[in-house]
């Protein structure tokens, strides 16, 4: 037997109902079932990338969680360090003072 992943249908149409629907069309069901599905896995993503920053590779705890949930969507992750522009000192050379 496997355990299937994500969110029942029976839940989703719960939630409907508690927020005053009286009836559901199950494309909006199926709609709202993906959508919690990929929410959920990006604040897993998030908080696993959390996780690994602090060292934890198998762990990941409340605190990882509520960060991703606060920096959902806003969070990016730099590609490369911006370089570093240089200086460039003028010395002059002139000798008449």
Known sequence: MTKQKGFSSYDIIEFFKEVGAGKVNEKAVDSLKRELEETVEDLVHDAQFYANYAGRSSLIRNSDVKLANANHGRMRIPQK???????RKSVSLRTDH
Request: hydrophobic letters at 45%; charged letters at 45%.
């Open 81 to 87: 360090p911006l370089a570093k522009k240089r200086l």
